[in-house]
């Protein structure tokens, strides 16, 4: 046998002894630092599981990598005051019910700061359960992508946190890409997400503040449900499938400046449209008291579907530009989408303005009683052009007293407005 062959196997188990020594030694090291402490992690791989009890910092070098073979949590913080950067963390467990994460934050942790970071291969890449003024800035998070979609955990989930800041991180490959429920009082702030189910999902959240943030081919951009008085402004939907902006059950919230191109509709894993998969910029439901201003929805299936007792909403200085449909409304309460004389762009729109003041002399209304009757009987799109159909139409805009209630915009704009400017607040 060659001297080669003999040194092979030596070689290999020198090689490895270090890599076992260098995770026995980080654990080993975390265990001994004294509170307040900064530990550098080395370049390498270090296969560790770490419980972060007291406040001191870790800080990775060029190539340092914690991997958590798959079992469990990578890293686990229980205490205040600590903070974690500039680390690669690997492979976490894939117990749902344990809720597995790359980076676990537990309820009796404060003025924790996650940043810097790539979270990849992990159920939940960044968990926050009940914490308190937690900061998870620029960091990059990816899921398993092995799994299907329901059994991933999400990008970044907050579960009963307040004070968070949630910034400038890139999300992908995950269920949900932030989940906010049960938490107040958090901004979510510049972060991009993409290839997941939902960019971003509120659930019974109140007080929160989401600003441009940018969604990009999700099946929803943003799913905001059973929530109140939240600050959307200057978010970005490019591309999304079902939904730009979903709101559900939403009140007492200012949604403006917000951008949506090119929602058109699900498709199904062949590529293919799915039916009855319409796609929709705005989709609001059972929502009310919430003002909608100086937002663009372009090239849609449909711009806007107010549905389900949305009331008492104020629409005005929003732009719908190249939407197939640019409004869907098939209530029985006639709605004003306009605000002091002011009211929106329409594309479409074919009126006049003779006096000059920017202001159409002819109320805007995007729908008739043809179109809520194909709405509710989508068999009846068969008799588009019968003469029943043209008839209905002729008597409606002769007889307005037989047009049924519906939304109109008595002061659409001849000229679209200028966009929003959006003055993104400190994350520092």
Not at 71 to 83: E, F, K, N, P, W
Not at 113 to 137: C, K, M, P, Q, W
Not at 316 to 327: E, K, M, S, T
């Amino acid at each position: 046998m060659s001297l080669a062959r003999l040194l092979i196997p030596v070689l290999a188990a020198a090689l490895a002894v270090p890599c076992v020594r260098a995770a026995d030694d980080l654990a080993a090291r975390v265990a001994a630092a004294a509170p307040g402490a900064v530990i550098e992690v080395p370049a390498g791989v270090h296969h560790v599981h770490l419980r972060l009890d007291k406040p001191l910092t870790l800080a990775g070098q060029p190539g340092a990598i914690l991997d958590g073979d798959g079992r469990g949590d990578v890293l686990r913080i229980t205490a205040d005051h600590v903070v974690v950067r500039n680390l690669e963390v690997r492979a976490s467990g894939t117990d749902l019910t344990a809720m597995n994460a790359g980076i676990y934050i537990e309820r009796s942790a404060h003025d924790v700061a996650i940043e810097g970071n790539t979270v990849e291969d992990s159920l939940f890449g960044i968990y926050l359960d009940g914490a308190a003024g937690v900061r998870v800035r620029h960091n990059t998070v990816r899921g398993i992508r092995r799994l299907r979609v329901a059994d991933r955990g999400d990008g970044i989930h907050l579960w009963n946190d307040t004070g968070c800041l949630i910034a400038d991180n890139d999300v992908a490959d995950t269920r949900d890409g932030i989940y906010v429920y049960v938490s107040s009082h958090n901004t979510i702030a510049g972060n991009v997400v993409h290839d997941v189910r939902y960019g971003v999902h509120y659930m019974y959240s109140q007080h929160n503040r989401l600003i441009g943030n940018v969604s990009r081919g999700n099946l929803a951009g943003y799913a905001l449900m059973a929530s109140d008085h939240l600050r959307v402004v200057g978010n970005t939907s490019d591309g999304d499938q079902a939904y730009g902006f979903l709101l559900n059950y939403i009140s007492y919230s200012e949604f403006a400046g917000n951008t949506v191109r090119g929602v058109t509709g699900q498709r199904g894993i062949d590529g293919q449209p799915v039916d009855g998969g319409e796609g929709k910029g705005l989709f609001v439901y059972l929502s009310q008291f919430n003002a909608i201003h100086d937002n663009l929805v372009a090239d849609s299936q449909i711009g806007i579907h107010m549905t389900a007792g949305s009331e008492h909403n104020q629409v005005w200085d929003n732009r719908f530009i190249g939407n197939r449909v640019q409004v869907k409304y098939a209530q029985n309460l006639a709605q004003e989408w306009s605000e002091r004389g002011r009211g929106n762009f329409w594309s479409d729109y074919l009126g006049w303005d003779l006096d000059g003041d920017g202001i159409g002399d002819v109320p805007f209304r995007p729908n008739d009683g043809v179109d809520v009757l194909l709405w509710k009987y989508p068999a009846a799109r068969s008799l588009m052009s019968s003469p029943s159909i043209l008839l209905m139409r002729y008597v409606q805009r002769a007889f307005p007293v037989f047009t049924p209630a519906a939304v109109q915009d008595s002061h659409p704009l001849m000229r679209a407005p200028a966009p929003l400017r959006v003055d993104h607040e400190p994350r520092d």
